[in-house]
C-alpha cells in the first residue's frame, strides 16, 4: 500500500496512525508537542490552520475542537508564561481572536473533508489546509478594526504564514504516517481481532 492511501474501510477520516479508540488522546499529543514547539520557536505564527486539518483528519468534529482548543491553550499559557506577552486588554482580546479563528478553521476543515472524496489523500489535506487558512486569516483580518495590527496581513507575510503552516501539516501527516507504519500500540493486532 502506498503511503497516505488509506484501505478502504477506513470510514471517513483520513489519518489513521491508531486505533480509533485511541485517536483523541494521540491527537492531543501530537497537537500539544506541535503548539509547544511551534509557540517556541515561532510565537504568534502558530501554525493553527495545519493543527486544524490535522485534528478535523483525525476526529469527529467536537473532539477535534476540544483537541484544538486544548493546543490553544498550550500556545497562549507559553506565550503569557514563558514568552512574556503583555497582560493587557490588547494581547488577551487578541489571543481570543486567535482561539476563534483556530475553532473555525477546525469547523471549516471538518466541513471540507466530509465534502471531497476519500482518495488523493495529501491533494485534499492540501484543498483542506487553503480552506481552513483562509478561515482562520479571515477571522483575524476581522479583527483588525477593533484591535490594530493591519500591518500583519501583507501579502508577504500571509504567504509566509501559509506556508509555515503547509510545511507543519507535512510534518505533522509524516509523524502520524510514521507511527501509523511502526504500529506501537498493536493496532493491526487489534485491528483484525
Known sequence: ?????????????????????LAPMFCFALLTVSCALASLALACATPFAAFAVIAAALLPLRPALLVVTGAWLINQTIGFGVLHYP???STVAWGFVIGAAALLAT???????????QGRT?????????????AYELVLLAATPALGGEGAFTAA?????????GVWLAGLVAV???VRLVDPFGRKGAMSA
Open 1 to 21: 500500500m502506498a503511503p497516505f492511501i488509506l484501505p478502504p474501510h477506513a470510514g471517513r477520516f483520513r489519518l489513521h496512525p491508531v486505533a480509533p479508540r
Open 87 to 89: 497582560i493587557d486588554a
Open 107 to 117: 469547523t471549516v476543515a471538518s466541513a471540507v473533508l466530509r465534502m471531497l472524496p
Open 122 to 134: 495529501p491533494l485534499m489535506l492540501a484543498i483542506t489546509l487553503v480552506a481552513a487558512y483562509a
Open 157 to 165: 507575510i500571509v504567504t509566509r504564514i501559509g506556508l509555515t503552516s
Open 176 to 178: 502520524c504516517e510514521i
